[in-house]
């Protein structure tokens, strides 16, 4: 599935360095999502942006800082991670279940395995 | 958070064996989707669920919505080697905040 496109697919960082996730959707959905897949434990929904406004932070560090200029395009900057942030970095789009009739379904990408020396 | 129990954790069955695998949460939801994820892949979307007792199927997927509303299974009949994968459940009652299981891991022996 091409429609939620993710951008790098590896990264390896320092805890000192800063750097960028993207995630950019052609599904025409107006709502995307940060989650954190870790090893034997379920999805964790870091930031939720509906119309380009975040709606939810699910009590995320602040070392990780979500910003949404549209609708299309999501990223995630990173800053002195710590080594159990080492973990898969899946973006999400759907309809805002808000506007939508009813809850929708939401659209992953192919994530950003980020390894944190 | 919501706890979403999926089960079984793992499966390992011959190729043309039927699979079912369930999933129960602790509250009322009015959404259950299921996904598989391929190794370095995405979760990819497999059936959604809006209605209790809903019975849905994708090909030789059927999906089914608990009457409870707490719980929905998932069921591959015929299963093939490329049905290989991890399979999730997810479930809402807001739109927005969907709560996943820890997956059932499928390993097909052809």
């Known amino acids: 599935e091409t429609g939620v496109t993710q951008t790098p697919r590896h990264l390896v960082m320092g805890m000192t360095n800063k750097k960028s996730l993207k995630c950019e959707q052609h599904?025409?959905?107006?709502?995307m999502y940060w989650y954190k897949q870790s090893a034997k434990k379920p999805l964790e929904l870091m930031f939720v942006?509906?119309?380009?406004?975040?709606?939810e932070n699910n009590s995320v560090p602040s070392r990780f800082s979500p910003e949404c200029p549209n609708s299309s395009h999501l990223f995630l900057h990173l800053h002195t991670l710590q080594p159990e942030d080492s973990a898969l970095y899946l973006c999400?789009?759907?309809?805002?279940?808000?506007?939508?009739?009813?809850?929708?379904?939401?659209?992953f990408g192919d994530g950003t395995r980020l390894s944190i020396l | 958070g919501q706890q979403l129990n999926q089960s079984p954790q793992s499966m390992f069955i011959q190729e043309g064996e039927d699979v079912s695998m369930n999933c129960t949460s602790s509250s009322i939801f009015n959404t259950w989707l299921w996904y598989k994820q391929d190794p370095g892949e995405g979760p990819v979307l497999l059936i959604a669920?809006?209605?209790?007792?809903e019975l849905t199927s994708n090909g030789r997927l059927t999906a089914q919505f608990g009457i409870t509303r707490k719980d929905s299974f998932l069921n591959i009949s015929a299963s093939i080697p490329s049905d290989v994968g991890i399979y999730f459940c997810a479930g809402t009652n807001t739109g927005n905040q969907f709560y996943f299981g820890t997956g059932t891991s499928l390993t097909v022996i052809p």
């Open positions: 942006y509906n119309f380009k406004e975040q709606t």
């Open positions: 999400a789009s759907s309809q805002d279940p808000k506007r939508a009739l009813g809850n929708q379904p939401q659209h």
């Open positions: 669920l809006y209605k209790a007792g």
């Open positions: 599904l025409g959905h107006n709502a």
